[in-house]
Structure formats: C-alpha cells, structure tokens
C-alpha cells in the first residue's frame, strides 16, 4: 500500500456500514477508494500501523496520505471525494467536531439494534473484488 491510496476500514457485519460502503461505491466515479472490513487481517494490520486499536470497531476509519481519520472528520472527508451532490456533505466539517462526533457517536452506538448485523462480512462481488484489501 502506498500513502497516496484512499483506504476505507468498515465493520465488516454491520448493515448500515455495508450501506455506506455500498453507497461510496456507487459515487466514486474515480475508484480511487479501497476497502477492508475491520475484522480482516488487512484492517487490523492497518489499524495497528496507524496506532488504533484493533478491537477499533465503533467507528470507520478513513485512511489516506498516511493519515488516519475516525467518525465524523473519516465520513466527511470521504464524502469530499465523492462526486456531486454528496461532494456537498462535506461542509458539515464547519460544525464543531464535538457536535458532529456526538451525532456519530450516537448512530453508532445503535447501529446493530436499528440497522441490523449480519453474522458475516460483506462479500463483494467479482467486479468489485479488486477494490477490497485481503
């Protein structure tokens, strides 16, 4: 991996992060993003490598240019590199990250209960296979 690659860490048994993976997906016209579920050996290696801890899996982490973004400021910055009009979420960086580390903090502590968990990772698909880390 090298530091200008654009690297998404999701829970990998989580419907609502599946969805957000899902959903990047869809709108990365450049596919330039990554992925690697949190509980694979790629994500916990990463995460040790950025000095997360590898039990890290109430948040996504946002990896790129050697940096390693969580909760709010992880989803706003991908969100800047999506294409329009999700571009537009990313002037939600302007509220103080206290306020948006609440909001998240508080969809993902309910996460399993609103959205559901699966009892095992995503998938992907052949055609997608080449963006996800193993």
Not at 22 to 34: C, W
Not at 75 to 100: E, G, M, Q
Request: glycine content about 4%; some cysteine.
């Amino acid at each position: 991996m090298s530091k200008t690659d654009h690297i998404i860490l999701f829970d990998g048994v989580c419907n609502l992060c599946n969805g957000a993976v899902q959903f990047v997906l869809k709108r990365d016209k450049e596919a330039v993003f990554k992925f690697a579920s949190l509980q694979s050996d790629a994500g916990k290696k990463l995460l040790e490598a950025h000095g997360l801890p590898e039990d890290h899996l109430k948040s996504f982490v946002y990896i790129c240019n050697g940096e390693a973004y969580t909760r709010s400021d992880a989803a706003l910055k991908v969100a800047a590199r999506l294409s329009y009009p999700t571009k537009l979420l990313s002037w939600f960086i302007i509220v103080p990250r206290s306020i948006r580390d609440f909001v998240y903090d508080l969809i993902a502590r309910n996460r399993y209960r609103i959205f559901g968990k699966k009892e095992t990772c995503m998938l992907p698909t052949l055609e997608l296979r080449q963006r996800f880390i193993s």
